[in-house]
């Protein structure tokens, strides 16, 4: 027999998640339109499974499982660009409250299965949570570079955005360098 409840509950859940496909963040893409939360969450996971095979010893089930709810807090108060949060205080203790509360309907299994996963991620301390915000860093960079971005963008700050997830292992830093590389042409049209 199923249980409804759950059913529900994961139902609500979904329903909440759905702002992610509308919510906006500060990326562009190329064709002019600011980017959604869930967008960007779907190229990261595609990034996870075409470099899986790069990383021998680490779970990558785990790592795509942190792609896709890395950013599931959003759905609460949106997406704060990477130079705004610099200059931010308790940003994690507010990013961690809004999961808590995109998850409410969510049974208490599959709620604390996702905030351990966030935990993991924010706090980057195993090789999985490490990798995945390499990835997550250098998909921001690879979209602010194909984007159409607004006059006055400010490339310069991705030259030393996330670098210290994006120096190891080697298909990491040979993807930052050629980013980078894309980066200085973007910072000098």
Not at 54 to 78: S, T, Y
Not at 125 to 151: C, F, S, V, W, Y
């Amino acid at each position: 027999m199923v249980d409804q409840s759950r059913v529900d509950g994961i139902l609500g859940f979904l329903r909440y998640a759905e702002r992610l496909k509308y919510l906006t963040r500060s990326a562009w893409t190329s064709t002019g339109r600011q980017e959604s939360i869930a967008e960007h969450s779907w190229r990261l996971s595609l990034m996870c499974l075409v470099l899986r095979g790069d990383f021998p010893g680490v779970e990558l089930d785990r790592v795509l499982r942190m792609c896709i709810v890395h950013d599931l807090g959003e759905a609460v108060h949106g997406d704060i660009p990477a130079p705004a949060q610099e200059r931010m205080d308790g940003k994690a203790s507010q990013e961690r409250a809004d999961i808590v509360e995109a998850m409410a309907s969510l049974p208490a299994a599959e709620r604390d299965e996702i905030l351990a996963l966030w935990e993991e991620y924010e706090a980057a301390a195993t090789p999985e949570a490490r990798l995945a915000k390499a990835l997550d860093k250098l998909e921001t960079i690879l979209q602010h570079n194909q984007g159409m971005n607004p006059a006055g963008f400010d490339y310069a700050f991705n030259l030393h955005y996330g670098r210290q997830y994006t120096t190891d292992p080697p298909v990491i830093a040979a993807m930052r360098a050629a980013l980078d590389g894309e980066t200085k042409k973007r910072e000098g049209a």
